[in-house]
């Protein structure tokens, strides 16, 4: 199997990076970190990788709204080369805070294919609290992100406090027509929050809690998978271990989140 290379970026208040290198890695891949102004200064170190992760964190401590930032020095200094590197046959990933610069790029949804069109906002929670909680989510069926392949359902924490997804309703309608949504979340029993919290912790629309773009390529998500790698992370992992030895069964080594990353590692088999 090939080995793809992953981008980790860092700086201004990135703070998800060793966490989603470890995960990459962990599923086969070979992650750097690289600070934004490493790439600035060398753009075409961009060609030598096949997946760009943009983690979670606080970059420039949200301070303009969450990942405006970050999105508006990536559009004033790297413009062409994003182009160039969704062009290709590549991957792009953002976790919580990157999924807000994703966003503020304009790369999710991808509707127009113009970078620095955000076509979508992630507001402030409903309570406008930051919540920091596990949630499930139910992947949906048909969505042709690469990043969901074969899986059903997933138990993950969120930490943010603006994940809270709105669109106009033309919009919501072309998300939702196309099958852009990757992820709603859900009931630990099953079926979607319907905007209950906690399970829908932010309010988000449609219960929406991760979009891709038509390729399936681009996905940013509000969830944190990066920390549910280990099995011994989640947070009943404990219960879990009885529960599954009570019943003859083996525990698992492995949390639900690495298989996000392991579809993107096998995309480039």
């Known amino acids: 199997m090939a080995v793809p290379n992953v981008i980790v970026l860092t700086g201004y208040g990135i703070n998800c990076d060793d966490e989603t290198r470890f995960a990459f890695e962990k599923a086969g891949g070979h992650a750097d970190i690289i600070h934004v102004n490493d790439i600035i200064d060398n753009p075409s170190i961009m060609d030598r990788y096949q997946i760009f992760s943009f983690p979670g964190g606080f970059s420039y401590g949200d301070d303009t709204g969450s990942g405006k930032a970050l999105a508006n020095r990536i559009l004033n200094n790297l413009r062409e080369e994003f182009l160039s590197f969704i062009e290709r046959d590549t991957l792009m990933l953002g976790i919580c805070n990157g999924f807000q610069v994703m966003v503020n790029l304009g790369i999710i ?31 949906e069926k048909g969505a042709p992100s690469v990043f969901v392949r074969g899986i059903e359902r997933l138990h993950v924490p969120v930490a943010h406090g603006e994940g809270n997804l709105y669109a106009p309703p033309a919009t919501l309608e072309r998300i939702e027509a196309g099958r852009l949504v990757s992820m709603r979340y859900a009931n630990p029993g099953g079926g979607r929050a319907m905007g209950e919290f906690p399970y829908n912790p932010n309010g988000s629309l449609n219960d929406i809690a991760a979009v891709c773009d038509s390729t399936g390529r ?52």
């Open 109 to 139: 949804p991808g509707l127009d294919g113009k970078l620095g069109s955000p076509r979508v906002a992630l507001k402030h929670n409903n309570n406008s609290r930051f919540v920091c909680r596990w949630v499930d989510l139910e992947i």
């Open 218 to 269: 681009l996905m940013g998500m509000m969830p944190h998978p990066e920390r549910n790698i280990l099995f011994t992370q989640r947070d009943d992992w404990t219960f879990l271990r009885e529960k599954y030895r009570r019943e003859g069964k083996d525990v698992p080594a492995e949390g639900e989140g690495l298989a996000i990353f392991r579809n993107a590692v096998e995309y480039f088999a």
